[in-house]
């Protein structure tokens, strides 16, 4: 079954402490991306890449890294989280280029203390 | 610069009855538009686009938009709705790239 699983599916942290969200897709996606959502403020985009190795800022990008060292995973990186980082996070990914046809993952609902 | 508008925060009908989620852009180009759904702790899932021709884009689910460029609009519709399609729907815009509304909850009463 095509998807893309995100791990953990619910995280409650406090300010400071590291974590990592993981992505990964079987699809053989090049194109990954992550997203926050907040209400009333939609999808807001943090990073994304293009094929491995190859990443860039989304719109959102401060307090949070990514690397691409594999065609399927995309993880997230909290280095130092804060409470304006509790969030629902969404990984995409899809087809060469960024059709705009994404797929999500379920979501990632993170709480900083 | 790429925006997209969802003037409706929430939109209610009744079960049966057509349903219309609103949604506008800007771009400097042509653009992509695309409708995505969200049901209750789900990720997004896609809908349907218009990338170029018929100006009315059939999706799944029985979802239709109709993209009027004068307007700038990319209005979803349904003819008639079911409890089932009650959801968190969002229009996206790619130009250089993708842009998400804020969403519209569409509440279908029994």
């Known amino acids: 079954e095509a998807q893309v699983t995100q791990n953990p599916r619910y995280l409650i942290t406090v300010t400071g402490k590291k974590l990592t969200v993981t992505c990964s897709q079987n699809?053989?996606?090049?194109?990954m991306s992550w997203y926050r959502q907040d209400p009333g403020l939609g999808l807001r985009q943090i990073y994304y890449?293009?094929?491995?190795?190859?990443?860039d800022k989304g719109d959102v990008p401060e307090g949070y890294k990514v690397s691409r060292k594999e065609k399927r995973n995309f993880p997230l990186i909290l280095e130092s989280p804060s409470p304006n980082q509790t969030s629902l996070y969404f990984c995409a990914s899809g087809l060469q280029g960024n059709t705009g046809e994404l797929f999500f993952g379920e979501g990632s609902r993170l709480t900083v203390l | 610069a790429q925006s997209v508008a969802q003037p409706e925060d929430q939109v209610n009908v009744a079960e049966g009855n057509p349903l219309t989620v609103k949604c506008t852009y800007s771009?400097?180009?042509?653009?992509?538009l695309f409708w995505y759904v969200q049901y209750p702790n789900r990720g997004l899932q896609f809908l349907l686009k218009y990338i170029t021709g018929d100006n009315l884009v059939k999706g799944s689910y029985g979802f239709e938009a109709e993209f009027n460029k004068s307007q700038t609009s990319f209005h979803l519709k349904k003819p008639s709705a079911l409890v089932s399609d009650s959801a968190l729907y969002f229009c996206?815009?790619?130009?250089?790239?993708?842009?998400f509304g804020a969403g519209t909850t569409v509440t279908v009463r029994a």
């Open positions: 996206a815009v790619k130009d250089y790239k993708l842009s």
């Open positions: 699809m053989n996606h090049e194109y």
């Open positions: 890449s293009m094929n491995v190795e190859v990443t």
């Open positions: 771009v400097s180009g042509n653009p992509y």
